[in-house]
């Protein structure tokens, strides 16, 4: 096996651009990653990067090596994975990716129970609101909190999320109640919204008479992290724009209220995404539909009552 981990850990050096990227993702050394490239160069009599001490960018020889080791490695998945479908016996490991409110109510609680069902399958949970790279990442699944535009990836949607703008009553005592969208831009109220580097909406896109319209809002703070921005608002701090499962035990209890509810935001969805080859691998099967089934019934219970 010691080739084939040589020739994978070249093809996750050509994919992510870096050496020490790639010994952190097969969890060996950056000395052991170059040791391994020297070998398989010397091996093969010809240079696969050219190396800096800034850059490291694949060679003509490199390129062509690489579409023949990513079809290789793939064979070898794909027999794998008939083996394991054939004996009823998955094993290895999958390597997930979720935005951080997603994953931590619906993903991780359910981690340790699906390990129990499936003792031989490991579990690489990577927690992230920042746009996942499924392909470059390695990522077997990934679930995504919004809408995607086309994609070359497989998208299993999972369920659709009504969102909602609200605030604290302390908020609203001291700004006044934004009747909609308009409102929010016109008064000035203080907009709590999630950026991150890639991220797109930097803009709220509301339902109106008139169809769907996007509105140009401020404020003080921003985050990319979900979950701090919630928190921000049960402190006063503002407006958010939030999916409905996320907000629904603080406005169950009166700690935030809806606003701005003559403009509701559009709703948006949970899907999965997965590599079409990643789908045919049972442990990856396995593991999305039994995710699959319990965020749909979690987020039924979140979003009941409200």
Same mark, same amino acid.
């Given at each position: 096996?010691?080739?084939?981990?040589?020739?994978?850990?070249?093809?996750?050096?050509?994919?992510?651009?870096?050496?020490?990227?790639?010994?952190?993702?097969?969890?060996?050394?950056?000395?052991?990653?170059?040791?391994?490239?020297?070998?398989?160069?010397?091996?093969?009599?010809?240079?696969?990067?050219?190396?800096?001490?800034?850059?490291?960018?694949?060679?003509?020889?490199?390129?062509?090596?690489?579409?023949?080791?990513?079809?290789?490695?793939?064979?070898?998945?794909?027999?794998?994975?008939?083996?394991?479908?054939?004996?009823?016996?998955?094993?290895?490991?999958?390597?997930?990716?979720?935005?951080?409110?997603?994953?931590?109510?619906?993903?991780?609680?359910?981690?340790?129970?699906?390990?129990?069902?499936?003792?031989?399958?490991?579990?690489?949970?990577?927690?992230?609101?920042?746009?996942?790279?499924?392909?470059?990442?390695?990522?077997?699944?990934?679930?995504?909190?919004?809408?995607? &535009? !086309?994609?070359?990836?497989?998208?299993?949607?999972?369920?659709?999320?009504?969102?909602?703008?609200?605030?604290?009553?302390?908020?609203?005592?001291?700004?006044?109640?934004?009747?909609?969208?308009?409102?929010?831009?016109?008064?000035?109220?203080?907009?709590?919204?999630?950026?991150?580097?890639?991220?797109?909406?930097?803009?709220?896109?509301?339902?109106?008479?008139?169809?769907?319209?996007?509105?140009?809002?401020?404020?003080?703070?921003?985050? !990319? &992290?979900?979950?701090?921005?919630?928190?921000?608002?049960?402190?006063?701090?503002?407006?958010?724009?939030?999916?409905?499962?996320?907000?629904?035990?603080?406005?169950?209890?009166?700690?935030?209220?809806?606003?701005?509810?003559?403009?509701?935001?559009?709703?948006?969805?949970?899907?999965?995404?997965?590599?079409?080859?990643?789908?045919?691998?049972?442990?990856?099967?396995?593991?999305?539909?039994?995710?699959?089934?319990?965020?749909?019934?979690?987020?039924?219970?979140?979003?009941?009552?409200?």
């Amino acid at each position: 096996m010691s080739y084939v981990n040589t020739i994978r850990m070249f093809v996750r050096v050509y994919e992510l651009g870096s050496m020490s990227a790639a010994a952190r993702d097969q969890r060996t050394s950056p000395a052991v990653a170059s040791a391994r490239i020297s070998e398989l160069e010397k091996h093969l009599g010809v240079r696969l990067f050219n190396r800096t001490t800034r850059s490291l960018q694949p060679t003509e020889n490199g390129r062509i090596f690489y579409d023949g080791a990513r079809r290789v490695l793939d064979a070898i998945d794909e027999a794998e994975a008939a083996v394991m479908d054939v004996t009823q016996n998955p094993r290895g490991t999958i390597f997930v990716a979720a935005p951080l409110g997603v994953g931590r109510r619906f993903v991780a609680p359910h981690v340790p129970a699906f390990k129990d069902q499936y003792p031989q399958i490991d579990v690489r949970l990577r927690l992230s609101d920042r746009i996942i790279d499924v392909v470059a990442e390695a990522i077997d699944v990934a679930f995504h909190l919004g809408l995607l &535009d !086309d994609s070359t990836l497989k998208v299993k949607t999972i369920a659709d999320c009504p969102r909602l703008l609200c605030a604290a009553p302390a908020y609203i005592a001291h700004r006044g109640m934004p009747e909609d969208g308009a409102a929010l831009v016109r008064d000035r109220h203080d907009c709590l919204n999630l950026r991150f580097p890639g991220a797109k909406e930097f803009q709220w896109t509301l339902q109106t008479p008139d169809g769907p319209r996007r509105f140009e809002i401020a404020g003080p703070f921003e985050s !990319d &992290d979900g979950d701090v921005l919630t928190g921000w608002a049960l402190d006063g701090r503002g407006v958010i724009l939030k999916p409905l499962f996320e907000v629904a035990a603080h406005l169950r209890s009166g700690a935030l209220v809806p606003v701005a509810t003559a403009t509701p935001p559009l709703p948006t969805q949970i899907s999965s995404l997965s590599q079409h080859r990643r789908l045919k691998d049972p442990k990856v099967r396995l593991f999305t539909e039994y995710m699959a089934a319990r965020i749909k019934d979690e987020l039924r219970r979140a979003s009941d009552g409200p």
